[in-house]
């Protein structure tokens, strides 16, 4: 008895599947019916604050905090995660303990030190240590509380952006590094054209979900104090119209606007640099997937015997050192 058909594999059902599917449906519905009739939820407020011109400059001024914050935290996390890899016992303990610090203590706690730090220190003096300083300036006048809040944000980010940075390098084999020095690569070329390339998609998913939680951290800077960013400006609105829920909307609604905006660049950022990894994926245009066939069973007599899978490709081309 011998068949060439295929197997005709069929579907599995999983009707419970589609019963929840239903039952989250028809939840979401019921929820949005609800509020839509809820006078607590005041959407006329809504609508009428959601492009106020303080609200939509305290969105300015919250996107700037999240961009400045990152770009610096960025840069440090680097020069961190390189001071955590290298050999000096000396360099890599300063790392290690400036991690420990930032890591270790809330960054509100942080922020509140930073909005003290004219107490602290009164003056930012630039000069040889024990000497006369050539520059000296008074800290609330060089420091507002905008670069304040920048600074605690971003020194606090950088302890994070260097365990992410460190885990990417970490994750190139140590042959590819040895292989570029091999060929008279420099550190740098090195780095640029191999290591970094192949560390970004590690690096890029964390990084973009660090870039999504700082926009909302933002809202910690009144802990500085600065009051212009976009969850402490409805806030201060709400106390005036004593009526802080459709308030609370609004900054909701333009923090969810950002986040979605970052959420399709950190994808197709995730996209470039993933080009080449992952599973191969069988043709779409038609036949068997790669490796696989129909095969003819011959059976009888005689033990089974499976018939070869010809190949309809030529052969590849030998390369330059004569390997195929």
């Known amino acids: 008895m ?13 009707p419970w599947r589609n019963v929840f599917a239903v039952v989250l449906i028809a939840g979401a519905a019921l929820f949005i019916l609800d509020a839509a009739g809820r006078s607590a939820y005041d959407w006329p407020a809504v609508a009428k604050y959601v492009f106020d011109r303080r609200i ?32 000096n016992p000396v360099v890599k303990s300063v790392a290690w303990f400036y991690l420990w610090v930032f890591r270790g203590t809330p960054v509100y706690v942080q ?13 930012i003096d630039i000069g040889i240590p024990f000497m006369e300083p050539f520059y000296s300036f008074q800290t609330n006048a060089a420091l507002n509380t905008f670069t304040l809040a920048i600074i605690g944000l971003a020194l606090n980010e950088a302890a994070y952006m260097a365990e992410i940075v460190r885990a990417g390098l970490l994750s190139v084999d140590r042959g590819q590094e040895e292989a570029a020095t091999a060929l008279g690569m420099s550190w740098f070329q090195t780095m640029r054209r191999v290591i970094v390339p192949q560390s970004m998609r590690i690096i890029i998913p964390p990084t973009g979900n660090e870039v999504i939680s700082m926009l909302k951290t933002t809202s910690l800077v009144t802990a500085v104090p600065y009051s212009f960013d976009l969850y402490t400006r409805s806030r201060d609105i709400s106390a005036e119209t004593f009526n802080p829920i459709p308030m609370l909307i609004v900054a909701s609604l333009w923090y969810l606007f950002f986040t979605s905006i970052l959420m399709v660049g950190q994808h197709f950022l995730e996209k470039r640099f993933a080009r080449g990894i992952g599973d191969r994926r069988p043709d779409k245009k038609g036949g068997a997937p790669i490796g696989t066939a129909a095969v003819p069973l011959v059976t009888g007599t005689q033990p089974t015997v499976v018939a070869p899978i010809q190949s309809t490709n030529p052969p590849a081309a030998p390369g330059r050192d004569g390997a195929k």
């Not at 011998?2 to 599995?12: D, F, G, T, V």
């Not at 996107?63 to 020069?79: D, E, K, R």
């Open 2 to 14: 011998s068949s060439e058909s295929p197997i005709q594999a069929i579907r599995l059902r999983h």
């Open 111 to 123: 922020l509140v030190f930073w909005g003290l730090l004219s107490i602290i220190y009164q003056s």
């Open 56 to 87: 939509t400059q305290a969105a300015v001024n919250t996107l700037q905090l999240t961009v400045y914050s990152m770009i610096i935290a960025i840069v440090l996390g680097v020069i961190l995660a390189i001071m955590r890899l290298s050999p």
